[in-house]
């Protein structure tokens, strides 16, 4: 089994930034979340949020750091379905 080197190689990661790339997308051109301007910068910080954790959790350099920062990003990404 390969061990990953980079967290830009990580499936995780990668879908992660897949995410944010259309909730940036849809934000922008969808006049209900123009009209909203607090649910969408919500929605935008806590997508980058599962992004960013992925990547500081990889780069945190134990299994127990990298474990956490992974159930912080599983938080985020609830809270981005719930909105």
């Given amino acids: 089994m390969a061990t990953i080197e980079r967290f ?16 940036y997308e ?11 301007y607090g649910l969408s910068n919500q929605i935008q910080r806590a997508t980058v949020s599962v992004m960013s954790n992925i990547a500081e959790g ?12 992974l159930y912080i990003a599983k938080g985020s990404a609830g809270e981005v379905r719930a909105q």
């Avoid at 830009?8 to 909730?23: F, G, H, I, Y």
């Avoid at 849809?26 to 909203?36: A, G, I, S």
């Avoid at 350099?61 to 990298?66: H, Q, S």
């Fill in 8 to 23: 830009e190689d990580m499936l995780a990661w990668q879908k992660a930034r897949e995410l944010t790339r259309a909730v």
């Fill in 26 to 36: 849809e934000t922008f051109k969808n006049l209900k979340f123009k009209n909203d």
């Fill in 58 to 69: 990889f780069e945190s350099g134990t299994r127990l750091e990298f474990l956490n920062y």
